[in-house]
Every structure is written in structure tokens, then in C-alpha cells.
């Protein structure tokens, strides 16, 4: 008899759905069961406003929370720093797969030292504006929402001179050569599980 499938909820972006992939291939491997993507949009998904407005990265996880919750889907998967770190009733934390690179990467035509004064850098984070404005580099920190080639994007049109990312989502998408610099994480300090994926559910056994 053929095993039915798990339903692995995932946000439908590109960086989303690629990482959620090779969730589902470990999961595969693992546990000899095929894996089907389902995908949820989620209110960051839709709506570009900053996320601190929003109430921060937890945006992402409420949809996904509630696909659980209903039995639409089995896992789900996130980015680990993305995940509010209060528990949440009814939802366990089943698994994290190996952590990919912590740090944060700079996608422009050079360093951020060597940057022009009042060159517009671009991210959405306010630990990077705090962290990257304390290095007192004559730049703009601009905000900007958007997914990996939107962001890059921005730079290559000219309408920014530097995006910051993490490391690890670049590499997931197979764009790494496009990386100017790595920031040092013992300069700027990557969030907390920057590099690592998150697999919630609702503690039955799969």
C-alpha cells in the first residue's frame, strides 16, 4: 500500500519554495514517504509595508500557524529566524536541518567601505541599519521589501547602489557569485538562526 503523502506547507515565494524543496528531499531520504509542497500566503507576502510596523517577522508564520492548526498541511517550513521564539499552543518545533551560512552579504560593485559618500544602501532590517550605520561608512541606509531579485534588482536598474542579504538564501538560490562581500558576524551580528530552517508541526508522528 503506497504511503500517502506528507504536506509540507511553505510560503510561495521563489526563496521559499526552493528551500522548501530541499526540505522535502530530506524528508523524503528520511523517512520514505513522498513530500507534497502546499503553498500559503502569508500577510508579509502581500503586504510591503515595513515588517516593523507590521509587528515584525511573525508576519510570516501566522498563515502558516493556521494551516497547521486546520489540518491543511502536516509541517511547515520556515526560516528559523523568522519564527517568534514564545511557544505556541498546539505546535511543537519537530526538527531543524543542518544550518547553511550564517552571515550577511553585501550584492553591489563594491565593499561597503569603499562605497561613494551618500551611496543608497538598501535593507529591510533594522538590525543591519543599526549595526552597518555604526561602522560610520558615509552612506544611505534605505528601506526595501521584496524578494532576491527584486532586491538586486533595485541595483542593477541604478536605483541603489547595495543591497544587504543573508548569505544563505543567496546560496539556496544558486546566486552566490553575485555576492560583492561577506560581512563579518563579529561586526554585524547575523539575527538569531540566520542560516537555519524550521520545521513546526503539530507533534503527531509523521
Known amino acids: 500500500m503506497s504511503l500517502a503523502p506528507i504536506r509540507l506547507g511553505t510560503r510561495a515565494s521563489l526563496l521559499a519554495t526552493t528551500q522548501s524543496g530541499h526540505v522535502a528531499r530530506l524528508l523524503e531520504a528520511a ?15 502581500v503586504n510591503m509595508a515595513p515588517l516593523a ?3 515584525g517577522t511573525g508576519v510570516f508564520v501566522s498563515a502558516l500557524r493556521s494551516a497547521l492548526l486546520a ?3 502536516d509541517v511547515v517550513v520556515h526560516s528559523l529566524k523568522d519564527l517568534p521564539t514564545a511557544p505556541f499552543p498546539g505546535i511543537v518545533l519537530a526538527a ?9 552579504v553585501v550584492v ?31 552612506i544611505e541606509l534605505v528601506g526595501v521589501r521584496g524578494n532576491v531579485d527584486t532586491r538586486i534588482g533595485k541595483v542593477r ?25 561577506f560581512l563579518d558576524p563579529a561586526v554585524v551580528v547575523p539575527a538569531p538562526g540566520q542560516g537555519a530552517q524550521a ?3 503539530r507533534g503527531l508522528a509523521l
Open 31 to 45: 523517512l520514505g514517504r513522498p513530500v507534497e509542497l502546499v503553498e500559503v500566503r502569508t500577510e508579509g507576502d
Open 53 to 55: 510596523s507590521m509587528g
Open 71 to 73: 489540518d491543511d498541511v
Open 96 to 104: 531543524v536541518p543542518e544550518r547553511e551560512d550564517v552571515r550577511d
Open 108 to 138: 553591489s560593485s563594491a565593499p561597503l567601505k569603499d562605497l561613494p559618500a551618500g551611496a543608497r544602501v538598501g535593507t529591510g532590517s533594522p538590525r543591519r541599519v543599526a549595526q552597518i550605520a555604526a561602522l560610520g561608512y558615509p
Open 157 to 181: 536598474e541604478g536605483e541603489l547602489d547595495a543591497v544587504v542579504l543573508a548569505a544563505a538564501g543567496i546560496s539556496r538560490l544558486g546566486r552566490i557569485d553575485e555576492v560583492t562581500e
Open 199 to 201: 520545521l513546526p508541526g
